[in-house]
T-cell receptor, first 112, second 115 residues
Framework: DAKTTQPTSMDCAEGRAANLPCNHS???????VYWYRQIHSQGPQYIIH???NNETNEMASLIITEDRKSSTLILPHATLRDTAVYYC?????????????FGQGTELSVKP | DSGVTQTPKHLITATGQRVTLRCSPR?????VYWYQQSLDQGLQFLIQ???????AKGNILERFSAQQFPDLHSELNLSSLELGDSALYFC??????????????FGNGTRLTVT
């Protein structure tokens, strides 16, 4: 079973920052937090991952709380093409084998 | 483009039949994963192979089997197909065994329709 909690849906205005929260209170000390997104039945797309420190890449920023029980994915300037289901993955013992356990995710709608 | 190639993109077949789905991982990736996504179940992990060996098993039915070949491509075999097997089947690959610091990269899937 998924070990994360995310809002079912969120809206964001185009050009504004989208902040997607995730709770992963059962995450172990050596397990990374991963974020993926899925656009309309395409394959899930890797966005970013991190362990303890905040991370940034060309797609997004990841803010992880000090106790590692929650994180926030930030899309700094959301566009209509960012409309997708966003999955946060953390905990569940996935490091044993490497499989990722997906929950239901957050459906992000970016509106003009 | 993730670099993971899945064929065919679409497959329509009848109940009771057998099909084979194929996956070519990203160059250099040793692990291959199979996931099933149906409307009511979300993304479900099926099975993982690492360098030819089965590494982890999820909710894979006994009617389903997979293997990873020496050239690292993988095949998922689905037999005695039922209507409920209609779904998107995704393959993913990673450099190592995944988890830790080894993201999975997904293909665009095979859409299987069983009639």
């Amino acid at each position: 079973d998924a070990k994360t909690t995310q809002p079912t849906s969120m809206d964001c205005a185009e050009g504004r920052a989208a902040n997607l929260p995730c709770n992963h209170s059962t995450i172990s000390g050596n397990e990374y937090v991963y974020w993926y997104r899925q656009i309309h039945s395409q394959g899930p797309q890797y966005i970013i991952h991190g362990l303890k420190n905040n991370e940034t890449n060309e797609m997004a920023s990841l803010i992880i709380t000090e106790d590692r029980k929650s994180s926030t994915l930030i899309l700094p300037h959301a566009t209509l093409r960012d409309t997708a289901v966003y999955y946060c993955i953390g905990g569940g013992g996935y490091n044993q084998g490497g499989k990722l356990i997906f929950g239901q995710g957050t459906e992000l709608s970016v509106k003009p | 483009d993730s670099g993971v190639t899945q064929t065919p993109k679409h497959l329509i077949t009848a109940t009771g039949q057998r099909v084979t789905l194929r996956c070519s991982p990203r160059s250099g990736d040793l692990s291959v994963y199979w996931y099933q996504q149906s409307l009511d179940q979300g993304l479900q992990f099926l099975i993982q192979y690492y360098n030819g060996e089965e590494r982890a098993k999820g909710n894979i039915l006994e009617r389903f089997s997979a293997q990873q070949f020496p050239d690292l491509h993988s095949e998922l075999n689905l037999s005695s197909l039922e209507l409920g097997d209609s779904a998107l089947y995704f393959c993913a690959s990673s450099v190592g065994v995944g988890g830790h610091n080894s993201p999975l990269h997904f293909g665009n899937g095979t859409r299987l329709t069983v009639t």
